[in-house]
C-alpha cells in the first residue's frame, strides 16, 4: 500500500464545517461561511492503516506534505491575485457542485454526502479561500512518526506510528489559543475514529 493511499485528511476545526458546506453547496449560506475570527484547522494522517515504518515511506510523506503545502500556498496566491471573481458565493458554489460531479463520475458510484462534504480537493479550497478571504497568515507543521511517549492513551491507538501534518489558520503554534496544537486533534480523533 502506497503513503498516498493510506493517508486520510479533514477538516477538524471549526467542528461543523460539513453542515456549513452542506448549507453553502445547498444556497442556504453564502460565501465566507466561516468567519474571521475561527480557528481552522486542517489534518492529514499519513500511514493511517500502516504506519510510516521505512525511510522509503518517510521520504514519501515527506515529499507529499511538501505538495500539499506548495499547492495550497499557490491556492491562496491565486485567490489574493484575483478575490473578486474567485471568492464569490456563485462562482466557488460552481467549483464545488463540478468536484462533486467529478468525484461521482471518478467513482462510478453514487457518493455519499458525506464523502463529498470531507473531499481533500474541496476542504483544501475551502480553508485556501477563508485564509485569501481574511488576508490571514497560516502555518502547517510535520510530526512524526509518532512515538508512544508522544501521545495520550485515548489516541495511541490511532496514531502510534503514524505521521500527522496539522495546519491553522494563524501566524504560527504560538498563535493558538491552547498549549498544544494537538489538543484539537486529540479530541477530534477520541470522538470519530
Not at 442556504?28 to 500511514?47: A, H, K, Q, T, V
Not at 485556501?128 to 509518532?146: I, R
Request: charge should be neutral; glycine fraction near 2%; aromatic fraction near 12%.
Amino acid at each position: 500500500m502506497t503513503i498516498i493511499s493510506d493517508s486520510y485528511m479533514r477538516m477538524i476545526l471549526p467542528e461543523d464545517t460539513p453542515n456549513r458546506l452542506s448549507e453553502f453547496i445547498a444556497d442556504r449560506r453564502s460565501f465566507p461561511f466561516i468567519r474571521n475570527d475561527e480557528l481552522m484547522c486542517i489534518f492529514y494522517l499519513y500511514g493511517k492503516k500502516s504506519g510510516v515504518r521505512y525511510d522509503k515511506e518517510y521520504s514519501e510523506v515527506i515529499n507529499l506534505a511538501e505538495n500539499t503545502v506548495i499547492k495550497l500556498r499557490r491556492d491562496i496566491e491565486t485567490y489574493n491575485d484575483s478575490p473578486k471573481l474567485k471568492l464569490d458565493s456563485q462562482f466557488i458554489r460552481s467549483k464545488f457542485i463540478n468536484r462533486e460531479l467529478q468525484v461521482t463520475i471518478e467513482e462510478k458510484k453514487s457518493v455519499s454526502k458525506e464523502r463529498i462534504l470531507n473531499d481533500p480537493v474541496l476542504i483544501s479550497d475551502c480553508f485556501a479561500q477563508h485564509v485569501s478571504y481574511y488576508n490571514q497568515e497560516y502555518f502547517f507543521q510535520l510530526y512524526g512518526p509518532l512515538n508512544e511517549y508522544d501521545l495520550i492513551n485515548d489516541v495511541r491507538k490511532s496514531l502510534l506510528g503514524r505521521m500527522v501534518m496539522l495546519g491553522f489558520n494563524r501566524k504560527d503554534e504560538k498563535s493558538l489559543p491552547f498549549q498544544n496544537a494537538f489538543i484539537p486533534l486529540y479530541i477530534w480523533i477520541r470522538d470519530h475514529m
